[in-house]
């Protein structure tokens, strides 16, 4: 008898592990899309490129998470797939991260899009692995050190969406739907991308301004040095070099 696994298997018509860790999409997104996403995840895990993860325990708790990231052609196809699907999901037990076809954009695109696989992909690692394989430094809660630097980065703690941030945040998002967990992934997400360059696009910074100000390693050096002393400490095992999807 198939298992639950093998039997979600079957309804994505495009499938890989990387380093243990499942890659599905369906049909509708484009091979050389999925296949992006897939070297993201790659370069995230093994960022110095031997072939290797550089932190086994990482990825040890990501495949014990059963984390995968989900590939679906845009968000009416993965409300569709839900609607008829998502009990197979829930027994297969996964904890997945959806990304959307149109939001991959390619190194050969000259449209200066910003690639959302560099932030989804980088949400499941930490959602799945970093916060729960160093819960004290990068744990979603405030008493970890990234809790605590977000406090200060917002400008005092809150537990809900506050409807105004004190005028000295640098961090200020404001989605009501995100909750304590959610702001500290994406305050994550923002810190490491912006060190390692992500964020300095050209009109970049006045597309993320309402919600993050430090987008470039200076700016965070400069106004949130403990955060910058972080992010930058090697033995985090957090990224050194951006992703670009080409292995």
């Not at 799945?128 to 008493?143: L, V």
């Amino acid at each position: 008898m198939a298992s639950n696994l093998q039997k979600l298997n079957k309804l994505f018509s495009k499938t890989k592990r990387v380093f243990g860790i499942r890659i599905l999409g369906t049909s509708n997104v484009e091979q050389e899309r999925f296949n992006h996403a897939a070297n993201v995840l790659h370069q995230y895990l093994d960022n110095n490129q031997d072939g290797k993860p550089d932190t086994k325990k990482l990825v040890r708790k990501l495949k014990r998470n059963k984390a995968a990231m989900t590939l679906f052609e845009n968000e009416a196809e993965l409300e569709n797939f839900l609607e008829h699907h998502e009990h197979k999901l829930d027994n297969a037990k996964l904890n997945f991260q959806d990304l959307y076809n149109d939001e991959i954009i390619l190194a050969s695109d000259n449209s200066n899009r910003f690639d959302a696989t560099l932030e989804e992909v980088f949400h499941l690692i930490c959602d799945y692995g970093y916060s729960q394989s160093n819960s004290k430094t990068f744990g979603y809660n405030k008493d970890s050190i990234i809790g605590q630097l977000m406090t200060e980065a917002r400008g005092g703690h809150f537990n809900k969406t506050p409807k105004k941030y004190p005028k000295k945040a640098y961090y200020s998002y404001k989605d009501k739907h995100c909750d304590y967990d959610c702001q500290i992934a994406e305050y994550l997400y923002w810190g490491v991308t912006s060190m390692l360059g992500a964020q300095d696009g050209p009109g970049r910074y006045d597309d993320i301004k309402d919600e993050w100000r430090l987008n470039t390693p200076a700016k965070i050096k400069s106004n949130a040095p403990e955060l910058y002393d972080l992010l930058s400490d090697p033995s985090t095992g957090l990224p050194t070099v951006l992703p670009d999807g080409i292995l």
